[in-house]
């Protein structure tokens, strides 16, 4: 491979491709697919991946129906430093805009609970990839797959990608999760070399490990679990459904909360795992709606509420007491929770509740709404949906996701610090990213070449075109 090129892409992923799209001027600002325009002055773009069929991600997602999106997107949704980077980034290819973009390669999409968004019917995850590939084509993107990049190096007046000069080049390698699917960590190399101090890297959406919880695989049920430190206060909490496994626990629930476990435990925070198994479970309050999706895969409450606090549900037990005076505890907890779950939980399930000594009541009480789940870890980057930190976006422009260490250099999709839960959130990200990396670096392109070298660092967000809107890119916000 030999030659010149107006931009690079790294990495035929979902940010990747999208990227290639945005460059090439095929997205409507309302995200329809439109033909490259005869004659128009669009930069050249080839596409670069290690495997000879890229694209893997999108094929396995979702359980082979790729969660495309999810139409309640928010920022507490996603995990990273700058919030506001993230909405404003957001903002700018939101999930209506995605929604019209597949509809006009002819892949409907249909919103199913909790906001996800799937091909509509039969459509498959296979569907999502050929349209992108198939739009890609039309657009005149050149492909190169079954190629690793090896080195990435200023050159000149743009940057040299092995053999090819590019004036810009966008990293979209993904992260280090399944590395079967050509994730090996490589753009994090990349940003490195060129400056960048990278967030720390863990594996997140993963399924947790624990020794206590042998006996109960396969059973799934709602719980809301919570990281706390010593000192009994709560990090980080989800609600969702979840499985045990012969390893650990699974499910939405697990996964989303693998992240912040994860963090803390990196950052050497002394955390716990805890599960209510009580508050979700009941069939007549407010979360019986909730209870038709905890069937796999499950989903994730978007607002997790508090966990029954053990006081008050060692009330409840004194309360349940005085009205049935020869009810057992284990059939009080059977009112809501598996038989096979109780007795692994309760060892005084065969006690008459007025006969329960306060010690047996608080024992109960934590028992059901504050388990210690004694998580030792999760099953990492081999299981992992997404790996969480890399590039920190206080050091991209987010109007182009332009490096500010290395002009020329844009990074989107996974490889940025933004990890989303579970619910279709990572592939937003990674369209959303993607379309401003790909337009930043299409307009940079069109426009005059500036006369500050190429590897000089910029304290002119508003250098380039695409940032040369009034609204400042503040990093501290
Ligand atoms: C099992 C599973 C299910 C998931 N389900 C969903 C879901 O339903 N909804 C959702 O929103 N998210 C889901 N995700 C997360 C989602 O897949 C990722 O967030 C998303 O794919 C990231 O896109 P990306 O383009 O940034 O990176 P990737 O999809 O990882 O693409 C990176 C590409 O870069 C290539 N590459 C890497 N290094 C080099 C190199 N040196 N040279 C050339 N090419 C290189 C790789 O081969 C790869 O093709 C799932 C993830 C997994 C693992």
Redesign the pocket.
């Known amino acids: 491979m030999d030659g010149h090129t107006d931009l690079v892409v ?7 491709i999208f990227a290639a799209l945005a460059a090439r001027g095929v997205l409507a600002p309302d995200g329809t697919f439109q033909p490259v325009a005869p004659g128009s002055e669009t930069p050249s773009v080839l596409l ?4 000879e069929r ?5 094929l ?3 359980g082979g129906r ?4 999810n139409v309640r997107t928010g920022v507490p949704d996603y995990m990273s430093g700058v919030p506001n980077a993230v909405r404003s980034i957001l903002r700018e290819f939101p999930p209506e805009a995605v929604k019209r973009f597949f509809a006009s390669r002819d892949v409907p999409l249909a919103k199913e609970p909790m906001g996800k968004v799937f091909p509509h019917g039969e459509g498959r995850a296979r569907d999502i990839l050929r349209a992108l590939l198939g739009a890609a084509e039309e657009a005149g993107v050149v492909f190169r797959f079954g ?4 080195t990435v190096e200023p050159d000149g007046d743009g940057w040299r990608v092995d053999d090819v000069h590019a004036r810009r080049v966008i990293v ?4 280090l ?2 590395p079967s ?4 960590g ?2 994090y190399g990349v940003a490195r070399a060129a400056g960048h101090e990278l967030v720390p890297t863990i594996p997140a ?1 993963a399924p947790l490990t624990s020794g206590t919880t042998v006996g109960l695989a396969g059973m799934t049920l709602p719980a809301i679990l919570s990281v706390v430190d010593a000192t009994g206060r709560e990090e980080a909490r989800a609600a969702g459904s979840m499985l045990f496994t012969h390893r650990g626990v699974s499910g939405p629930v697990a996964l989303d909360i693998s992240g912040p476990y994860e963090r803390a435990i990196a950052e050497g925070r002394d955390v716990r795992v805890l599960a209510d198994f009580w508050t979700l479970c009941d069939r007549t309050g407010v979360y019986a709606r909730y209870l038709e999706h905890t069937k796999p895969p499950g989903a994730c409450l978007p607002k997790p509420p508090r966990p029954t606090p053990p006081a008050a549900f060692e009330k409840t037990i004194l309360e349940m007491a005085t009205r049935g005076p020869r009810r057992k505890l284990g059939s009080f907890l059977c009112m809501r929770l598996p038989r096979r779950l109780v007795a692994h939980l309760a060892p005084s399930a065969d006690k008459i509740l007025s006969q329960l000594s306060k010690e047996g009541r608080r024992e109960a009480a934590r028992a059901v709404t504050a388990f210690d789940l004694k998580i030792n870890g999760t099953e990492g980057y081999g299981k ?3 790996t969480a930190g890399g590039v920190s976006l206080t050091e991209l422009q987010r109007r182009t996701m332009e490096s500010r260490n290395a002009p020329g250099l844009h990074f ?4 940025c610090d933004v990890t ?1 839960r579970l ?8 369209w959303a990213s ?1 379309y401003l990396a790909g337009k930043g670096a299409a307009l940079a392109v069109a426009a005059p070449v500036a006369d500050a070298p190429a590897d000089a660092p910029t304290e002119t967000p508003a250098e380039t075109p695409a940032d040369a809107a009034p609204a400042a890119d503040d990093p501290s916000q």
């Open positions: 790294i990495g035929a992923g979902a940010a990747g670069l991946d290690g495997q890229p694209g893997k991600k999108i396995i997602s979702g790729c969660n495309v999106t190629h690793k990049v090896e979209a390698t993904g992260g999760s399944i699917t050509g994730s090996t490589f753009g959406l992992a949906e997404v989107c999709g996974e490889v989303g619910g279709g959130f990572n592939f937003q990200w990674a993607g």
